[in-house]
Nanobody, 125 residues
Framework: QVQLVESGGGLVETGDSLKLSCAASEGAFSGYTVAWFRQAPGKEREFVAARRWGGGYPYYGDSVKGRFTISKDNAKNTVYLQMDRLNPSDTAVYFC??????????????????WGQGTQVTVSS
């Protein structure tokens, strides 16, 4: 069982930056792909970013490419989502997830086994 704990959400203004964290117990991410999804009220869960814990290129959703960066700290068993140039359309609950998807399924929420509780990000105009 992999337990994920997100943190770092909050209320910011348009153009601001925010950094989310997703922490797991030691070694929990080994062999997994870790992803960020988001869900706004009344909308489906949307893929934001993902990367394999063991290495390789990150993947990004079209709406965040060039603004968001996913990274990891092996020593802290933590995955981060650096969000820059935020705008009101980025307002959502952000979830961290872990799974073993193939590349073509990286953006599919059903490919992930474990989810965090979510952290709210609100961007005011």
């Amino acid at each position: 069982q992999v337990q994920l704990v997100e943190s770092g959400g909050g209320l910011v203004e348009t153009g601001d930056s925010l950094k989310l964290s997703c922490a797991a117990s030691e070694g929990a991410f080994s062999g997994y792909t870790v992803a960020w999804f988001r869900q706004a009220p009344g909308k489906e869960r949307e893929f934001v970013a993902a990367r394999r814990w063991g290495g390789g290129y990150p993947y990004y959703g079209d709406s965040v490419k060039g603004r968001f960066t996913i990274s990891k700290d092996n020593a802290k068993n933590t995955v981060y989502l650096q969000m820059d140039r935020l705008n009101p359309s980025d307002t959502a609950v952000y979830f961290c997830a872990a799974g073993r998807p193939i590349v073509s399924s990286m953006a599919n929420p059903s490919s992930y086994y474990y989810w965090g509780q979510g952290t709210q990000v609100t961007v005011s105009s």
